[in-house]
C-alpha cells in the first residue's frame, strides 16, 4: 500500500497563516492568559476575543474534516490538520481560541455524525459557533472505569428518567454532559446522583494536543554552565537531544499515515494504530519533559516556565486517552489475532533437524 504523506498546498498555507495567527496574537496574550487563570478567572474575556480574530482569520474549527453545509469549518483532511495540532500545542491553552481543544472536539465530532436535528440545534451549532463549553465526566471514583463492566452509572426509564451517576473530572463551571445539562460553579470533581433528565438520545464523548520543549531545552542547555563548561557540551545531555529529536520524529512519523489511514478508509481502519500512538505519544511527551526539568534545573518548579504544569497534563493524558495497559492490550489482541487467522506461516523458516538415515 502506497501512502502519500505529502502535504496540500492548503494545508502548506494554513500552516503559514497559523503560525503567524500564533506570532501576532497568541503568544503576545500569554502573559495575560496566566495571570487571568491564577486568578481563577473562567469563561476569560480575551479568549472569546481571539476567537472571534481566529474565525476572520480562517482558523476555525479546524479538525472537522468534513463539516455539513451548515456547518462552520474549514473542510481539510486529517493528515493536513495533523501538523496545525502541532502548531497550536506550542501554547497549552491555545486550541480553545481555534475552537479545536479537548473535550469539545470529541462531543462535536460525535454529535456531527449521530445527532438528531433536534440535538444538532440544541447542543452541536452552539459547539461548533464557541458558545459553548462542554465537558467530558471521565470516570468514578469508586471503581476503575479502564474496564467498562466496572461502571456503575445507570439511566433507568420512568415517568421521570433519572440518570444515577457518580462522575470525575467534569472540567467546566457550564457542563454538559452527553444529552444531559446542568449549570454549577467548583471545582473540577463532581458527584452526581440521581440527575433528572428529558428522553432523550444519550451519547458520549472523547479526545487531544501535545508540547514539547526540546528546542527551549536546547537553548536552555547553551546558557547554563556545571563545572566549567556548558551544559551542551556534556555527554548526557547531547544523548538526551538527541534521543529527544529522534524520538518526537518517529511519533510524528506514526500520526501522519495514521491520520492519512483515516482520510482513506475511515476511522475505524486506524484503531489499532492510534492505541499505539496514544500509548507513545503520552509516554514521550513526559519522558521529553523530564530531561528538559533536568536541564532547567530549579527554574522549572516556578511559574516562570510551563514544564512542571506540561509534565502533570502529559500523565494525566494516560487517563484521559487510556492507560497504558488498555493501549496494549488492544495491541497484543491485535497481533495474536493475526497470529491464529496465519498459524503455521512461519514454518518455512525453521531449520528442524533431520535424522540421518541408518
Keep these: 500500500m502506497f501512502i502519500n504523506l505529502q502535504f496540500s498546498e492548503e494545508s502548506l498555507a494554513m500552516q503559514q497563516n497559523l503560525r503567524e495567527f500564533m506570532q501576532g496574537y497568541v503568544f503576545p496574550a500569554n502573559r495575560d492568559w496566566h495571570r487571568q487563570s491564577t486568578d481563577g478567572a473562567y469563561p476569560m474575556a480575551m479568549i472569546d476575543s481571539l476567537k472571534a480574530l481566529a474565525r476572520e482569520a480562517g482558523v476555525w ?21 495533523a501538523p ?25 465530532e460525535l454529535l456531527h455524525m449521530f445527532a438528531s436535528a433536534e440535538q444538532r440545534e440544541r447542543w452541536l451549532a452552539p459547539l461548533l459557533s464557541g458558545e459553548a463549553w462542554p465537558c467530558f465526566a471521565m470516570t468514578e471514583p469508586d471503581v476503575a472505569c479502564s474496564d467498562a463492566t466496572n461502571i456503575q452509572s445507570a439511566i433507568r426509564r420512568g415517568a421521570t428518567n433519572r440518570l444515577k451517576a457518580i462522575a470525575r473530572c467534569c472540567s467546566r463551571r457550564y457542563v454538559s454532559l452527553s444529552a444531559i445539562s446542568w449549570e454549577r460553579k467548583g471545582r473540577a470533581s ?35 554552565r556545571a563545572s566549567g563548561r556548558h551544559l551542551s557540551e556534556v555527554a548526557n545531555i547531547q544523548d538526551w537531544i538527541g534521543y529527544s529529536r529522534v524520538q518526537i520524529d518517529k511519533t510524528r512519523l ?68 487510556g492507560p497504558d495497559e488498555a493501549h496494549l492490550r488492544v495491541l497484543a489482541g491485535n497481533k495474536h489475532g493475526q497470529a491464529k487467522a496465519n ?11 533431520e535424522e540421518e538415515e541408518a
Design 343 to 353: 498459524r503455521g506461516a512461519t514454518l518455512p523458516y525453521y531449520t528442524p533437524y
Design 84 to 108: 496545525l495540532t502541532e502548531i497550536m500545542g506550542r501554547v497549552p491553552w491555545a486550541s480553545k481560541v481555534f475552537n479545536c481543544n479537548a473535550p469539545d472536539i470529541g462531543n462535536m
Design 190 to 224: 463532581r458527584w452526581r446522583k440521581r440527575v433528572r433528565i428529558r428522553c432523550v438520545s444519550i451519547t458520549a464523548c472523547v479526545r487531544s494536543a501535545r508540547a514539547n520543549w526540546r528546542g527551549r531545552r536546547c537553548a536552555r542547555a547553551l546558557e547554563r
Design 61 to 81: 474549527n479546524l479538525f472537522l474534516p468534513a463539516p455539513k453545509v451548515d456547518e462552520p469549518g474549514m473542510r481539510i483532511t486529517n493528515l493536513d490538520y
Design 254 to 321: 506514526w500520526v501522519l499515515p495514521a491520520a492519512w489511514l483515516m482520510d482513506q478508509q475511515g476511522n475505524q481502519a486506524a484503531r489499532i494504530d492510534v492505541s499505539a500512538i496514544k500509548l507513545v505519544a503520552a509516554q514521550l511527551q513526559t519522558r521529553v519533559l523530564d530531561r528538559a526539568i533536568l536541564v532547567f534545573g530549579a527554574m522549572e518548579i516556578t511559574p516562570d516556565t510551563p514544564l512542571a504544569f506540561l509534565f502533570s497534563r502529559g500523565r494525566a493524558m494516560r487517563f484521559f486517552d
